[in-house]
Structures are given as C-alpha cells and as structure tokens.
C-alpha cells in the first residue's frame, strides 16, 4: 500500500500548461506502477496515463491528450508527473493519482490506492 499526495492544480487559461506532481510514501514505491485519472463533474473518473514501474518502462496515455501531455516518475523522489500543455477547457477536472502493483491498466478498479486529487480549471 502507498499513500498519494498530489499538488501542482490551479487555474490557467486555455492553451496554457501545468505540471500536477504526485508524491508516494510506503515501501517498495518503485515497484508500484503511478497513474494519473480525472473527474469533471457528474461524469465518471477517467483514465489519463500512466507510467510503468522500476524506473518508468512503458508509458500509456489516453487518446484525448496523446501530443498535449506527458507522464514521468522520479523514483528517487518517489513522486510522478503529469506535464500538461496545450490546455482546453475540457480538460478541467479533478486530477487524481494513482497506484497499483504490477502492470498497466487503464481502468479506475484497477488501482488499489489513491491520492485526494487537486483541481484543474482551465478559462477559455
């Protein structure tokens, strides 16, 4: 089990960038794949990216922010990040970090442990 804590939201105007930061504490972080989910309001959580364990490997990002955003994880800060560009008023939301143990996988249920998320506003 890891303990999540995100930081790094705010308000930005539409084509602007953020960096959401996520820092894990508990044994074995490195072995722990780190996601990224977000929420807008009244619609479900849903899938970000994510960045594979031991240092990074593969890296997953859905198709909505495919060339906008980014994944990447310090393990010797034990914290992940989420590198946001080109931001739209869609991608408003709550920001949520994530962790589970083993492979990549895109679905909410898969992830055992999560952070209180930081909120995203974007003007347009």
């Known amino acids: 089990q890891v303990q999540l804590e995100e930081s790094g939201g705010g308000l930005v105007q539409a084509g602007g960038s953020l960096r959401l930061s996520c820092t894990a504490s508990?044994?074995?972080?490195?072995?722990?794949?780190l996601a990224w989910f977000r929420q807008a309001p009244g619609m479900e959580r849903e899938f970000v990216a994510a960045?594979?364990?031991?240092?990074?490997?593969?890296?997953l990002l859905a198709t909505s922010v495919k060339g906008r955003f980014t994944i990447s994880r310090d393990d010797a800060k034990n914290t992940v990040y989420l590198q946001m560009n080109s931001l739209v008023p869609e991608d408003a939301a709550l920001y949520y970090c994530?962790?589970?143990?083993?492979?990549?996988?895109?679905?909410?249920?898969?992830?055992?442990?999560w952070g209180q998320g930081t909120r995203v506003t974007v003007s347009s």
């Open positions: 994530a962790a589970r143990y083993s492979y990549i996988v895109t679905a909410a249920s898969g992830y055992s442990d």
């Open positions: 508990g044994r074995d972080v490195s072995n722990y794949v």
């Open positions: 960045v594979g364990r031991d240092g990074g490997g593969p890296t």
